[in-house]
């Protein structure tokens, strides 16, 4: 073989052998299976199971779970209007029936505190701001009870503030204390509201609201 041929033969081979390699292989390795991976798996994984957590799951939870716990513990707060027993305190009805006397309250409340109707609005509204009070502090229940049926729980200001009722501001002082006043004694006492606010003293005894009279209240314990 002389110097000629072997060139030739030595450039054939070289071009052939890594054109085919280069070329082929490469190519078919980094464009063909690399695009498949990424193009094609990462596609699937990214946005087929992606929002299938964050718009379903996600949904779910935030907007199911929370509006259900939201609207129930809303929903706890209800006062029947009908309910006799709304104002009075524990001690009160302990009180009254170990003296067999409980259906005697009731009756007195009923046709007396109530009226012989539902309670009003405006009274189940100062439930909800003494309520609102106590929650937040501003206020804390004594261990004593007004002395005229329905014997309602007294609370004492820790602190100034006010609470509307009816659309009417009815403002304290700090010390000074809080009561709930039936139908018949705001009527009587000329109140705007069911609230009494002042520095009570001591009754020597309780009297039904029919009787109207022993006003004030009474130290008992709780």
């Known amino acids: 073989m002389n110097e000629e041929e072997s060139l030739e033969e030595r450039e054939e081979t070289i071009l052939g052998e890594k054109e085919e390699t280069i070329l082929g292989e490469k190519e078919e390795i980094v464009l063909g299976e690399k695009e498949e991976i990424v193009l094609g798996e990462k596609e699937e994984i990214v946005l087929g199971e992606k929002e299938e957590i964050v718009l379903g799951e996600k949904e779910e939870i935030v907007l199911g779970e929370k509006e259900e716990i939201v609207l129930g513990e809303k929903e706890e707060v209800r006062y029947d209007l009908a309910d006799p027993w709304l104002f009075t305190s524990k001690s009160a009805q302990d009180a009254y029936r170990r003296k067999g006397k409980l259906e005697e309250l009731e009756q007195d409340i009923r046709t007396s505190g109530m009226g012989g109707k539902p309670w ?103």
């Open 120 to 222: 009003r609005p405006n009274d189940i509204e100062y439930l909800r701001e003494i309520q609102r009070l106590v929650d937040d502090g501003t206020v804390e229940e004594e261990a004593s009870r007004w002395a005229v049926s329905p014997f309602p729980a007294v609370y004492k200001a820790l602190r100034s503030g006010e609470m509307t009722i009816g659309g009417r501001k009815h403002s304290f002082k700090e010390g000074e204390e809080l009561v709930f006043q039936c139908r018949m004694e705001q009527e009587t006492k000329g109140l705007p509201g069911p609230v009494l606010i002042g520095e009570f003293a001591p009754a020597k005894s309780d009297r039904y609201c029919g009787d109207m009279s022993g006003m004030g209240r009474m130290g008992e314990g709780k």
